[in-house]
Protein backbone atom coordinates (compact mmCIF):
# COMPACT_ATOMS: atom_id res chain seq x y z
CA UNK A 1 0.00 0.00 0.00
CA UNK A 2 0.94 3.27 -0.48
CA UNK A 3 0.25 5.70 2.40
CA UNK A 4 -1.89 8.48 1.85
CA UNK A 5 -0.58 12.30 1.79
CA UNK A 6 -1.62 15.87 2.51
CA UNK A 7 -2.73 17.97 -0.27
CA UNK A 8 -0.23 19.73 -2.01
CA UNK A 9 1.16 22.50 0.23
CA UNK A 10 -0.51 21.29 3.46
CA UNK A 11 1.86 20.50 6.26
CA UNK A 12 1.33 17.35 7.57
CA UNK A 13 1.82 18.63 11.59
CA UNK A 14 0.12 21.65 10.74
CA UNK A 15 -3.20 19.73 10.26
CA UNK A 16 -2.81 17.31 13.09
CA UNK A 17 -1.87 20.63 15.08
CA UNK A 18 -4.47 22.32 13.78
CA UNK A 19 -7.18 19.88 15.92
CA UNK A 20 -5.23 20.33 19.16
CA UNK A 21 -5.60 23.51 21.73
CA UNK A 22 -2.78 25.72 22.25
CA UNK A 23 -0.72 25.36 24.91
CA UNK A 24 2.44 27.16 26.06
CA UNK A 25 5.64 25.02 25.63
CA UNK A 26 6.22 25.55 29.80
CA UNK A 27 6.86 22.93 31.79
CA UNK A 28 4.48 22.07 34.81
CA UNK A 29 6.19 19.15 36.22
CA UNK A 30 9.37 16.87 35.78
CA UNK A 31 9.13 12.97 36.37
CA UNK A 32 11.41 11.78 38.78
CA UNK A 33 13.99 9.48 37.15
CA UNK A 34 13.66 10.38 33.77
CA UNK A 35 15.74 12.44 31.51
CA UNK A 36 13.98 15.41 31.72
CA UNK A 37 15.13 15.11 35.53
CA UNK A 38 18.47 13.96 34.95
CA UNK A 39 19.25 16.82 32.60
CA UNK A 40 18.13 19.58 35.10
CA UNK A 41 14.94 20.56 33.60
CA UNK A 42 12.59 22.07 36.17
CA UNK A 43 8.91 22.59 36.85
CA UNK A 44 8.34 26.19 35.61
CA UNK A 45 10.91 26.26 32.84
CA UNK A 46 9.69 27.78 29.96
CA UNK A 47 11.34 26.07 26.88
CA UNK A 48 12.43 28.41 23.63
CA UNK A 49 14.82 26.59 21.71
CA UNK A 50 15.05 22.43 20.95
CA UNK A 51 17.71 21.16 18.61
CA UNK A 52 18.15 24.97 17.32
CA UNK A 53 14.93 25.92 16.66
CA UNK A 54 12.59 28.12 18.29
CA UNK A 55 9.64 26.46 19.47
CA UNK A 56 6.27 28.34 19.88
CA UNK A 57 3.77 25.58 21.38
CA UNK A 58 3.92 22.35 23.79
CA UNK A 59 3.63 20.40 20.40
CA UNK A 60 6.37 21.78 18.45
CA UNK A 61 8.52 20.91 21.67
CA UNK A 62 7.33 17.40 21.43
CA UNK A 63 7.41 16.64 17.42
CA UNK A 64 11.53 17.83 18.44
CA UNK A 65 11.82 15.62 21.18
CA UNK A 66 10.00 12.52 19.40
CA UNK A 67 12.07 12.37 16.35
CA UNK A 68 15.61 12.37 18.14
CA UNK A 69 14.79 9.06 20.74
CA UNK A 70 18.06 8.37 22.19
CA UNK A 71 20.39 11.02 20.71
CA UNK A 72 21.17 14.28 22.84
CA UNK A 73 19.25 17.62 22.08
CA UNK A 74 19.98 21.07 23.31
CA UNK A 75 17.28 22.86 25.06
CA UNK A 76 17.16 26.71 26.26
CA UNK A 77 14.85 27.36 28.80
CA UNK A 78 13.96 30.63 30.51
CA UNK A 79 13.98 29.90 34.15
CA UNK A 80 13.63 33.20 36.70
CA UNK A 81 14.32 35.36 33.80
CA UNK A 82 17.73 34.04 33.38
CA UNK A 83 18.95 31.52 29.73
CA UNK A 84 19.62 28.10 30.80
CA UNK A 85 21.18 25.83 28.16
CA UNK A 86 20.30 21.83 28.83
CA UNK A 87 21.45 18.53 26.94
CA UNK A 88 18.59 16.42 27.20
CA UNK A 89 19.08 12.72 25.86
CA UNK A 90 15.02 11.13 25.40
CA UNK A 91 13.95 7.66 25.84
CA UNK A 92 13.44 5.47 23.01
CA UNK A 93 9.88 4.44 23.68
CA UNK A 94 7.25 2.67 20.77
CA UNK A 95 4.72 4.92 20.16
CA UNK A 96 1.40 3.04 20.99
CA UNK A 97 -0.72 4.30 17.93
CA UNK A 98 1.63 4.56 15.06
CA UNK A 99 4.48 1.51 16.21
CA UNK A 100 7.19 4.15 15.88
CA UNK A 101 10.05 4.64 18.10
CA UNK A 102 10.12 8.04 19.60
CA UNK A 103 11.79 10.15 22.09
CA UNK A 104 9.98 10.87 25.37
CA UNK A 105 11.77 12.99 27.93
CA UNK A 106 9.31 12.95 31.13
CA UNK A 107 7.85 16.38 30.89
CA UNK A 108 4.39 17.08 31.51
CA UNK A 109 2.67 19.91 29.97
CA UNK A 110 0.48 22.82 31.94
CA UNK A 111 -3.04 21.95 32.33
CA UNK A 112 -4.55 25.29 31.23
CA UNK A 113 -4.68 25.75 27.78
CA UNK A 114 -5.64 28.30 25.07
CA UNK A 115 -8.77 27.88 22.71
CA UNK A 116 -8.86 29.47 19.49
CA UNK A 117 -11.87 30.11 17.68
CA UNK A 118 -12.02 28.31 14.17
CA UNK A 119 -15.01 28.95 11.55
CA UNK A 120 -17.14 25.25 11.41
CA UNK A 121 -16.62 25.06 7.66
CA UNK A 122 -12.46 25.37 8.76
CA UNK A 123 -12.61 22.48 10.93
CA UNK A 124 -14.74 20.40 8.97
CA UNK A 125 -12.05 20.51 6.61
CA UNK A 126 -9.42 20.07 8.91
CA UNK A 127 -11.07 17.38 10.46
CA UNK A 128 -11.27 15.64 6.96
CA UNK A 129 -8.03 16.03 6.16
CA UNK A 130 -6.69 14.80 9.20
CA UNK A 131 -8.55 11.90 9.49
CA UNK A 132 -6.74 11.18 5.99
CA UNK A 133 -3.07 11.60 7.12
CA UNK A 134 -3.69 9.62 10.53
CA UNK A 135 -5.40 7.11 8.25
CA UNK A 136 -2.21 7.13 6.10
CA UNK A 137 0.44 6.61 8.76
CA UNK A 138 -2.04 3.26 9.92
CA UNK A 139 -1.43 2.03 6.45
CA UNK A 140 2.31 3.16 6.43
CA UNK A 141 2.93 1.35 9.48
CA UNK A 142 1.08 -1.38 8.09
CA UNK A 143 3.04 -1.97 4.65
CA UNK A 144 6.44 -1.53 6.64
CA UNK A 145 5.39 -4.02 9.13
CA UNK A 146 4.71 -6.28 5.51
CA UNK A 147 8.40 -5.41 4.38
CA UNK A 148 10.05 -6.17 7.28
CA UNK A 149 10.89 -2.41 7.90
CA UNK A 150 9.17 -2.22 11.25
CA UNK A 151 9.23 -4.84 13.89
CA UNK A 152 6.03 -6.55 15.75
CA UNK A 153 8.31 -5.64 18.69
CA UNK A 154 7.26 -2.04 18.21
CA UNK A 155 3.61 -2.69 18.09
CA UNK A 156 1.83 -2.13 21.49
CA UNK A 157 -1.50 -3.92 22.70
CA UNK A 158 -3.73 -3.42 25.66
CA UNK A 159 -0.69 -2.08 28.09
CA UNK A 160 0.59 0.84 25.78
CA UNK A 161 -2.80 1.53 24.87
CA UNK A 162 -3.45 1.54 29.27
CA UNK A 163 -0.43 4.05 29.40
CA UNK A 164 -1.15 5.62 26.32
CA UNK A 165 -4.93 6.61 27.73
CA UNK A 166 -3.37 7.61 31.16
CA UNK A 167 -1.30 9.93 29.91
CA UNK A 168 -4.01 11.53 27.65
CA UNK A 169 -6.07 11.67 30.76
CA UNK A 170 -3.55 13.57 32.65
CA UNK A 171 -3.47 15.91 30.19
CA UNK A 172 -6.92 16.68 29.91
CA UNK A 173 -10.05 15.73 27.98
CA UNK A 174 -8.78 17.14 24.66
CA UNK A 175 -6.06 14.79 24.88
CA UNK A 176 -8.37 12.22 25.69
CA UNK A 177 -10.80 12.92 22.42
CA UNK A 178 -8.15 13.34 20.52
CA UNK A 179 -6.37 9.65 21.29
CA UNK A 180 -10.13 8.24 20.94
CA UNK A 181 -10.49 9.97 17.58
CA UNK A 182 -6.77 8.32 16.43
CA UNK A 183 -7.92 4.48 17.87
CA UNK A 184 -11.03 4.89 16.39
CA UNK A 185 -9.23 5.76 13.21
CA UNK A 186 -6.70 2.66 13.73
CA UNK A 187 -9.62 0.24 13.88
CA UNK A 188 -11.69 1.58 10.92
CA UNK A 189 -8.40 1.37 8.67
CA UNK A 190 -8.26 -2.51 10.10
CA UNK A 191 -11.95 -3.67 9.47
CA UNK A 192 -11.25 -2.27 5.84
CA UNK A 193 -8.44 -5.34 5.61
CA UNK A 194 -9.74 -8.24 3.88
CA UNK A 195 -8.38 -10.30 6.82
CA UNK A 196 -11.32 -11.81 8.45
CA UNK A 197 -9.70 -12.31 11.94
CA UNK A 198 -9.41 -8.44 12.39
CA UNK A 199 -13.16 -7.77 11.89
Known sequence: PIPLQPPDGVDRDSLLGALAPYVTPVIDAVTPGTPAERAGLKAGDSVVVVGGDTVRTWYDMVRHIEGQPGRPVPFTVVRGGA??????????VPDPVTARIVGM????QQAGSERLPMPF??????????TWIIAGSVVSA???LAVGSLSVRNLSGPVGIGRASYSAAQAGWASVLRLI?????NLAVFNLLPVPILD
Not at 83 to 90: D, E, K, N
Not at 105 to 108: D, K, L, R, S
Open 142 to 144: LHN
Open 83 to 92: IVHLSIRPDS
Open 181 to 185: AILSI
Open 121 to 130: GTVVKVAWQS
Open 105 to 108: IGAQ
